[in-house]
C-alpha cells in the first residue's frame, strides 16, 4: 500500500492546488491563533473551493474550546478534525467526527500508553516535542520511540523532508507522512519544488527497489 501524504499548514488556495497536483492525499489547515501557518474560517473556505476532489481536508486545533470548534465546523467543509494538543479522549470523541489524535514524542514518553484512550481516532500522529511550539516545528524525533503496536494508522511527522522521508517509510512503514515546514520556502508558504520532492522521494521509500 503506498504511504499516504498529508501536507498540513496550507494558508492559501494555490498552495491546496500544488499539494494536491504534486500527489497529497490531504492537507491540513491550522486554526490555532498563535501559529504562523494559522488560517480564519474564509480562509479556510476559499482554499477548500479550490481544491480538486478526493483530497482530504484536515483541520487542525490546539486545545480550544469546545464552541470554537463547533463553529468552525459549522463554517469549513472539513474531513477530518486533528487535534494537536492535550485533548482528553472525550474531548475528540464529542464532535462525532472522524479525528487524528496528535501525541509528542517527548524523550523517556510511554507513546504506547499515551495513544491506549484514543481507540477510536482515524489515526494517531506522532510529533515532535518542543516547549513552547505545539506543532509545525521542523524538528524530528528519535523514531525508535514509536511504538510497534499502536492501535490505529501511525501518522508520522516531525521534521520531515525530502532527504530522510524515504529513510523514515523505510525503517517505520508509516500508514502516512505529514509534513509541514520541510516543504515551505518560508513559515505559511509552501513550495511546488520542494512538494514535488517530497513526494518523489516517498515513492523512493515505498518502492521494493529504494
Ligand atoms: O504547523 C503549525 O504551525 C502547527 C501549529 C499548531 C499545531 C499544529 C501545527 N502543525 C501540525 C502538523 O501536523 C505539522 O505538519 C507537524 O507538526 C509537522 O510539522 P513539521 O515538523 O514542520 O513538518
Redesign the pocket.
Known sequence: MPTRVKI??ITRPQDGLAAAAAGAHAI?L?F?PA???YVTASQARDIVAALPPLVSVVG?F?DAAEGEIRDLLAQVPLDLI?F?GAEPAPDCRRFGRRYLK?LHARPGADLAAAAAPYDDAAGL?L??FVSGV??????TFDWAAVPAGLPRPLLL????DAGNVAMAIRRLRPWAV?????VESAPGVKDAQKMGMFMQAVREGDSPHG
Open positions: 498540513c499548514g491540513g491550522v490555532h501559529s504562523p501557518r487542525l490546539v486533528q494537536h496528535a500522529l510529533d515532535a505545539p506543532g509545525g516545528s521542523g524538528q511527522a516531525g521534521g520531515l505529514d509534513v509541514s515546514s520541510g
